[in-house]
């Protein structure tokens, strides 16, 4: 921990989910942390916030911001936030990526939200850097979780932030497949066994919806079992 | 009312101030109206939510989102946002002027999350443009209230939501002075006495934060008595 103290600070939103415990782990390497939490009011969000704090104590990190914004819920739209629309649920990796159009799991414009909380944060605290474990590539087809998009914010802080404020937007696994998101995180020590990924079940994943496929299967890539529990990984046997 | 169906839906953000009325006033002369109010726990939320709701029940407007942020709280750095900051008190326009630094009124990357809510709502109804009332000139000096702040999120929406979906952030009052937006305001009609402006106060406006101070030189400017209360208008008596 000598020297600890030095590092500038860095704001990393950590989800709950594996990508985001990968991100902070990596931005560990150069950062002191301090890690910020949404509640959308998504459907696993009680698991989530419990996993954002598993993740921090592990980490030993005291520096934290848990959120919570209802307006995704008055806003609906997406099957993550609005009972009434239902999480798809499929057989296979072939499946999820068949499904071309952007997923009924796409919440509009979310991550604007979720790097606004992180910037306005960072400004105050006075971090230097912003980290946020999008996905580009091997992940739903979000719109909001493409490089341009956060070159875009990127330049949003710059002209909208005070004059001596300079917070850099991270992006350390966006164009990492999810299997090299898990060795990474194998190598650096991260707490995978804390994360939860499921868009629809808080005590055992359900292993068909998108988010449990992909995680499924960058696992087994990785020639690794996931340590959480899964109601069936039928999703995993016909990748491939 | 006749056509008025077949106007394209915008998003306007509404603050209940005077310059994001005008800003409805004039998203109406081409849009059908979709209101959207954020209370971020500013010291005069009550008072601007209801000054909000007057402004939509003067144009019948029934498509309205209200937004409550805690975090903004959480976060703080602000004196808008924390009882613990003082809100400036000035006598005159020109020490308004002479404060050549960011006020402590500025809240951190506060526009961000307006703009997300509103795109974000927009995305979901369908609606083409967000209107936003920022003022660059003769305003505060808030680097989110800057022509180039819009055009940066314009981009911002344009990678980060759905491919089919069309959103513009208009700034219709951006390049404007005060004056010139009572001036539009009374031209359309706008219900400026339902505004409201005041930094610290709910009751009567207090006359010497900058927002007061700004408000009365405007009015003064545009050869109008401003028709709401104020404790005092010296910071109007003392201006040019």
Request: charged content about 25%; proline content about 4%; aromatic content about 8%.
């Amino acid at each position: 921990m000598n020297g600890e103290k030095e590092k500038d600070k860095a704001v990393v939103l950590v989800s709950g989910g594996m990508d985001s415990c990968v991100t902070a782990a990596i931005a560990r390497t150069k950062h002191e942390l301090a890690l910020a939490h949404v509640n959308y009011g998504q459907r696993t969000a009680a698991k989530e916030q419990l996993a954002f704090e598993a993740i921090a104590d592990f980490y030993g990190v005291s520096h934290r911001l848990a959120v919570k914004l209802d307006h995704f819920r008055q806003i609906g739209g997406s099957a993550l936030t609005d009972e009434r629309i239902a999480v798809p649920e499929r057989g296979s990796v072939r499946e999820v990526e068949a499904a071309l159009e952007i997923p009924v799991t796409y919440v509009p414009f979310r991550n604007a939200h979720f790097l606004a909380v992180a910037v306005s944060w960072a400004e105050v605290i006075g971090a230097r850097a912003v980290y946020i474990g999008a996905v580009a590539e091997d992940s739903s087809g979000y719109p909001d979780c493409r490089p341009e998009y956060y070159r875009a914010f990127q330049e949003l802080v710059k002209v909208g932030t005070r004059p001596d404020t300079r917070i850099t937007i991270e992006t350390p696994v966006i164009g990492k497949r999810k299997s090299e998101i898990v060795k990474r995180g194998l190598e650096l020590g991260a707490p995978l066994e804390l994360t939860w990924s499921c868009y629809q079940a808080e005590e055992e994943a359900c292993g068909v919806c998108d988010s449990c496929i992909l995680r499924l299967r960058a696992f087994s890539e990785a020639g690794r079992q996931d340590p959480i529990r899964y109601r069936t990984r039928r999703g995993l046997k016909a990748s491939n």
